[in-house]
C-alpha cells in the first residue's frame, strides 16, 4: 500500500517540476520574445528619427515627428519634447501647445539636474522628482513620465532637453522595461537634436533666424534644376516658374550711422521676421548678404511674384524698431525675376533680379521693380 502511494507522490512532483520548468521555458522565451521586439522598435524609431533629423521645414518640424511617432509606438495619450528657449534670455526648458507655453523650469534647476543624474526614464510620482513642483505641473498636464534628453561628449552629459510622456491607453502602468525604452530613446533623440542643431547653425544666419547665403545657392540650384527637369514632361505647353525676390533695406547706413550697429541688427531681425510671418511655407527665404535679402519663391510666376514683392514691401514699411521714448520704422526695395523668362540658371536669374532691384533704387527707392525679359545678343 505505501509503495505505490510514494510513487504517485513521486510522479506528481515529477510532473509539477516539468511543468514549473515549462512554465519557465516559455516566460523566458516570452521575455526574449519581447526584448527582440522592444530592440527592433527601438531600432526602427532611431533610424527614422535619425533620418528626419534634417527637416528641410526646421527643427520644430522634426520634433513634431518624434513626438506621433512615440505617441503612435507606444501607445500613449501624450507625447512631447521639452527643448531649450531659443530668445537667448534666461534658459529654460519650455513646453508648447497650440503655439502657447504650458510649462517650463529653469535649464540649471533642481527638476533639470535631478532628471540628468536619474540617467534614464523615472515617473512623476517616483524618485527622484516626486516632491519637486514641475512634476505636479506636468502632471496636472496628463503627463506622467519624463526621460532626459542626455548627450554624453568628452565624458561629460549634456541636457538637451526632455521627453515628457502621458499615460498608456490600454490604462496599465509602464513596466520596468518601458522605462528601460525610454531612457535609451531619450539618447537617440538627444544625440538626433544635437545633430540637427549643428545643421541649423550652418544653414542659418545666426542674426537674422533666416536661411544663409550658401543655403540660398543649394536651394535655387535645386528648384531651377526641378523645373527644368518636370517643366514640359506632362504637356509641350506646361512651364514651371521659379521667381526670385531679390530685397534691399533702404538707406540701411544711414540707420547704422545715426543709431550705432546694435540698432541696425535690431532693425535687420525685424525684417526678417516680416519676411518668414508673410511669405508661404513653400518660399525660401535667405540673407543674401548685408541688408540685403532673397526670397525663392516656387511654382510662382512673374505677376505673382510682383504681388508677393508688393505685400512684402508693404509689410516691412509697416513694421518699427521701439527706440528710447520713439520708433524707427524703414523701407526696402524689391527686384523680381522669374526662370524661364528672365534666365535660364541661377546665375543669370540673380543677376535680373539684382538688376530690377537697382532700377528700384534708382526711381526712388521703396518699390516693386520686375525683370523686363531676357536680353537678346
Known sequence: MGGPAMGDVARDRAAA???ALRAENHRLETLVRKQELDFKTLLEMANAINERSLDPRGIEAYLIYICNAVRGQFGVTKAHVLREAM??????FVLNERGKTVFECPRDGEFARALALARGAVPLSGDPVANLPE???LKALDLETVAPLLRFADGKAELKGVLAIGRRLVKAPFAADDLQMFGLLGSIIAISLHNA????????????????????????????SRAERYGGQHHSDEVRWVSLVMMDIDHFKRVNDTHGHPVGDAVLRMVAKALRQTVRKSDVVSRYGGEEFALIAPETNKEEAIRMAERL???????????AGQSLSVTASFGVATYPNDAGDLRGLVAAADKALYAAKERGRNQVVAASGRERA
Open 17 to 19: 517540476d516539468a511543468e
Open 87 to 92: 530668445d537667448g534670455e534666461a534658459r529654460r
Open 135 to 137: 512634476a505636479a505641473q
Open 197 to 224: 542643431e549643428l545643421h541649423r547653425k550652418a544653414i542659418v544666419d545666426n542674426l537674422t533666424q533666416v536661411y544663409s547665403r550658401g543655403h540660398f545657392d543649394l536651394a535655387m540650384e535645386a528648384e531651377i
Open 313 to 323: 514691401r508693404q509689410r516691412v514699411a509697416a513694421e518699427a524698431v521701439a527706440l
